[in-house]
């Protein structure tokens, strides 16, 4: 059974820090491209970033830049967002997600997200 689990979201003041994880188990992490896509109140699912299989390529939502570092360790099965000098606007459901191969492949299957709060 396929199975990812998020963790590491929280309360968090404007310009402070976050490093989230999801585990996975049930399927070969090695093999599959991996995304965190985010979900703020009232809006629509917004892509945040993506990493290939090996790690060897990395793509970033415009909002995400120089701000968020996605990163694997394919030993330890987990996927991770380090988020630095968050803001209000990045107050969102996290959830990282598993394509069906490679970066440019769809998604197939999500965690059930971690909160973050952006908040003074």
């Known amino acids: 059974e396929v199975q990812l689990v998020e963790s590491g979201g929280g309360l968090v003041q404007p310009g402070g820090s976050l490093r989230l994880s999801c585990a996975a188990s049930?399927?070969?992490?090695?093999?599959?491209?991996m995304n965190w896509v985010r979900q703020g109140p009232g809006k629509g699912l917004e892509w945040v970033s993506v990493?290939?299989?090996?790690?060897?390529?990395?793509e970033y939502a415009d909002s995400a830049k120089g701000r968020f570092t996605i990163s694997r360790d394919n030993a330890k099965n987990t996927l991770y967002l380090q988020m630095n000098s968050l803001k209000p606007e990045d107050t969102a459901v996290y959830y990282c997600a598993k394509t069906t191969g490679g970066i440019d492949w769809p998604l197939d299957f999500w965690g059930q997200g971690t909160q973050v709060t952006v908040s003074s």
């Open positions: 049930g399927f070969t992490f090695s093999s599959y491209a």
């Open positions: 990493v290939e299989r090996g790690g060897e390529i990395i």
